[in-house]
């Protein structure tokens, strides 16, 4: 069975601190949240902080943890 992924449109930047939920990543990397959420687990990937029980990414670092990822 092969799952597709939804589009969810990115948020307008709002500056620096732009945050992005997981489903915001997952649709900027074009992955599944659940291969975000086993990236955390492994300590691989972008990173995020919790805000609560929700986690977060900062637009950039995940913008710039790609970039690595395509130079390495």
């Known amino acids: 069975m092969t799952k597709h992924l939804t589009a969810v449109p990115t948020p307008a930047s709002t500056g620096p ?8 990543t997952a649709a900027y990397l074009r992955v599944e949240k659940g291969t975000l959420y086993t990236w955390r687990k492994r300590h691989y ?3 995020a902080g919790r805000v609560g029980r929700h986690l977060r990414y900062d637009a950039a670092a995940v913008r710039a943890w790609f970039r690595d990822q395509v130079a390495a």
């Open 45 to 47: 990937g972008p990173p």
């Open 17 to 24: 601190e732009e945050l992005w939920t997981i489903e915001e």
